[in-house]
Each structure stands twice: as C-alpha cells, then as structure tokens.
C-alpha cells in the first residue's frame, strides 16, 4: 500500500512521520511530481498537476473540516472524499464561540476600554433571555457549539438543512425554516460548510431578519458573509458588532475595513485548527479500516459530492 501526502502550506516532515508510525511496513512519502501513483493521499489545497497524477487513489483525506477548497478541483473519479470529523476541532470550536459570546453578552470589551482608563464602574446585567444565540449548521461542529451554549443558559436556536434534535437546542430545517430562525435569533453563528447554497447566506436580506442589537459570529468561511452587508447594517445601528474569524482572501488585506472597525473582532482563521496527532490517528484508522474490506462510503466524514459536504 502507497500513502502520499501533498499538503499546502503544511511541514511535511512530522506529518511523513507520523504517518510512517501509523504505517511502518508501507510506503508513505511527501508527494514529488512523477511520484508512482498511490493508494491514498492527505492533502490539503493539493495543486491540481497532483490530482492528475494520481489516477488509482481510493481516497483523498483532507485534514480539514471543510472541503469547498478540495471540491473546485478536478478529482480522479474513483477516488472518495473524506473530511476531518472532529478530530480535536470541536472543542477548540466550542471555546473560541462560547469565549466571542459570552465577550459581547458580558460586555467585557467595554470593562476592559473602563479599566484601562481607570475607570471602575458596573453595566446593568443583561438577561440571557435577550440574547438567543443561532447556529447556522448543526453538523460535528455546530451540534458542539449549540450543546456548549445551551449549557450556559442561553436560549439556542439551531438551523440545518435536514430536519435535527439536539437536547436544548430549538431546531429549525431547511429554507422553508430559515426565516423563523433568523428572526429568533440575535448573536448569529455560522458554522455552515461553503456550498452554492449557502454561499453569501448572511446577506441583507438574511441579516436584517435578525433581532435588533443582533451580533454576528463567523467561523465558516468567508464567503458566507457579504462584507459590505454587514457593515452597513452595524453602521445602521441594526447590528451590534461581529466576531470573525474567516475572511473571502485570507491573509485579510491590509485596506479590509474589518481590520479596524471598531465593533468588529477579527482573529486569522484559527478557531478550530487541525491537531496533527488527533488527525494522523483518526486518518491511520480508517485506512485500516479500508484495508480490511470496510466500504468507504460507510466511514465517518465522507463527503457527498453532490451536496458539496
Ligand atoms: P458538517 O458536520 O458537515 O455539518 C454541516 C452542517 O451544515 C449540517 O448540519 C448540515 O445540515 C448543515 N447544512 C449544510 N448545508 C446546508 C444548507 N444549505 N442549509 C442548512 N443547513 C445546511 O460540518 P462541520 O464539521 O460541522 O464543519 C462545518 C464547517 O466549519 C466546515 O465546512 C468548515 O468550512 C468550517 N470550519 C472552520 C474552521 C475554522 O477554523 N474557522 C475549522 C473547521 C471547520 P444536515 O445536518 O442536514 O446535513
Ligand atoms: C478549517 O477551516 C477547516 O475546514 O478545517
């Protein structure tokens, strides 16, 4: 068996490592043009020269969550797609939205402006009940966050494409849905995939449905949000401020208005980041898996190409 790895951005060595670990009597290299075709590959933004050589691929393992990237390529027909299903993501997820929520609901950028100042004074609580959240996708990472923020209170609101039940957790379905959730929503999270569908989703129209003094959290991906949108309905008053940690060019470029927005809190796209332990275990096994004759289609996290996740 031939494993390959071909991954942007990412240090190939400790990952060929790993793996090599996970696979000691196997061949596993970092992908070199004219490489003899492979089994397998873990990849991540893989130049498409990479897909062309690797006709005989079973499955191509992304080691992320999102695959929006991976699908705009040409992929070799027999080969299945599988995304990372969780591997350590959904917790640092949890984190990063429960901390962005409970920031805006506490008003803590303020004590903060207040205690730099030197300035001791109190806000009047809030109640939770004036701030439902919403989460847009209630997937392996949504469900997380949804159940986290249940857990402190808040009413929840959830939202995805086929009918769910999640304890706590109000669900609402498909298009036909949308409208009702948005409207009993205000801290708005998105932890959709990028689809067609949901491509630009939280646009005008989406964002003035919100509850007035609505705050929006986006983790997804960039192009979810129509950027202008958001702007001016803050600029209006109709919404609050935003947490963002996903931009449609990232690095986000330096003349963004996001970057120094006052009512807006960037970070650079890591809310949820690839652990690689977590992720060469979770990849090793359903290589394993495959190999003893367990059908692909059946493993966690394969992708539907027609649904685009
Ligand atoms: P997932 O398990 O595939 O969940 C996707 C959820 O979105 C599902 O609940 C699905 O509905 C729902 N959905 C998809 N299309 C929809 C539509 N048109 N209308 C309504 N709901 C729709 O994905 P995940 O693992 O939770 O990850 C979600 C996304 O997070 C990834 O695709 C990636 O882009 C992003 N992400 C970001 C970071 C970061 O660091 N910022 C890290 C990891 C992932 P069903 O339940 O009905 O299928
Ligand atoms: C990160 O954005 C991922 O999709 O895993």
Redesign the pocket.
């Known amino acids: 068996m031939k494993i390959l790895f071909c991954c942007t951005g990412a240090k190939a060595d400790p990952w060929v490592a790993g793996l090599r670990t996970e696979f000691p009597a196997e061949s596993v290299e970092d992908w070199a043009s004219g490489a003899p075709p492979a089994d397998y590959a873990v990849v991540w933004a893989p130049p498409q020269k990479f897909l062309n050589e690797q006709p005989q691929l079973k499955a191509l393992f992304n080691i ?5 990237a991976l699908l705009k390529l040409r992929l070799p027909p027999e080969a299945a797609v599988v ?4 591997a350590g ?2 917790v ?2 949890a984190e ?1 939205v429960s901390h962005a929520v409970i920031r805006h609901f506490r008003e803590l950028d303020g004590y903060e402006d207040d205690i730099r100042s030197g300035k001791w004074s109190y806000r009047k609580p809030h109640l939770r009940a004036d701030f439902p959240v919403g989460v ?8 997380r966050v949804a159940r986290t923020l249940a857990q402190f209170d808040f009413p929840v609101n959830g ?6 039940r999640v304890e706590g957790v109000q669900c609402f ?3 036909s849905g ?1 409208a009702d959730f948005l409207a009993a929503t205000r801290i708005l999270v998105c ?5 067609p ?2 491509e630009n ?1 939280m646009d005008r129209e989406a964002l003035a449905r919100l509850r007035p003094g609505a705050y929006v959290i986006n ?3 960039g192009a979810h949000l129509v950027d202008d949108d958001l702007i001016a309905l803050i600029n209006s008053g109709h919404i609050a401020g935003a947490t963002l ?2 931009f449609r060019t990232e690095p986000l470029p330096s003349e963004h208005p996001f970057w120094k927005h006052p009512k807006i809190n960037i970070t650079p ?6 652990l690689r332990e977590e992720t060469i275990a979770q990849i090793a096994q359903k290589i394993r898996a495959v190999e003893k004759g367990v059908p692909i289609a059946s493993l966690a996290g394969v992708v539907d190409p027609k ?3």
């Open positions: 992320g969550a999102g695959v929006d995304r990372l299903d969780d993501m959904s640092q997820m990063y847009m996708g209630l997937g392996v990472l949504g469900e939202w995805s494409r086929s009918p769910r379905s498909g298009e949308m932890l959709l995939p990028l689809t569908e949901t989703i983790v997804a991906r940690d996903v796209h890591t809310s949820a980041r690839t649904k685009g996740y």
